[in-house]
């Protein structure tokens, strides 16, 4: 009997132990999953943010934010080997020369569809949908207008700046000058 109550304290002694551990600790490791969530989460957002922007200026890469979202890429998918070969294929490209648009909207292209498959969204989201962005017509036509408007601009801007010049090299005194000579 002595030993049965030997072993049942201690028993009771281990599960009062285990009880204090658990108690002690439970909080301890739900911060520690909470926290590695957390940066997860975060982590896998700033993936998002970036494809988000590259998809909405895939059509018009003539902003800012399309650069900023480049320049970002090295550090946000640091540890995925596609998307950064994508990343510097794309940038091997910018700085060649004799690039045509259509190889620069595939590359572009190539690099979005790597941060697809890197957010797990390639059986979701085929390339179809990736090349084929909503191009709004009359966006188009006011993007020519504006191309129009700087052209109209700078031929005025030349025209004044030729005009200005032949106006002070003939100034009136050298005007009177020559009058006199005559």
């Known amino acids: 009997m002595d030993t049965l109550t030997q072993e049942t304290s201690h028993i009771s002694y281990i599960i009062i132990t ?4 658990a108690i002690v600790l439970s909080p301890i490791i739900a911060n520690i999953i909470s926290i590695k969530m957390n940066q997860r989460n975060e982590k896998r957002n700033e993936k998002l943010k970036i494809l988000r922007i590259l998809m909405m200026t895939r059509m018009n890469r003539a902003c800012i934010d399309y650069a900023n979202a480049l320049n970002l890429i090295d550090i946000i998918f640091y ?6 070969k994508s990343y510097k294929d794309l940038l ?3 700085y060649k020369g ?6 620069f909207n595939t590359k572009n292209l190539k690099l979005i569809e790597s941060i697809i498959k890197d957010l797990g969204y390639s059986k979701k989201i085929n390339w179809d949908e990736i090349s084929l962005p909503y191009a709004p017509q009359w966006y ?3 993007l020519e207008k504006s191309e129009e408007n700087k052209k109209i601009t700078f031929l005025i801007g030349q025209f004044l700046n030729t005009f200005m010049h032949t106006q002070q090299s ?3 005194n050298e005007q009177s000058n020559q009058d006199n000579h005559a």
């Open 18 to 21: 285990i009880n204090i551990l």
């Open 79 to 84: 540890d995925s080997k596609n998307v950064r």
């Open 92 to 94: 091997d490209m910018y």
């Open 98 to 103: 004799n690039v045509t648009d259509a190889e």
């Open 140 to 142: 188009f036509r006011e």
């Open 170 to 172: 003939t100034s009136p």
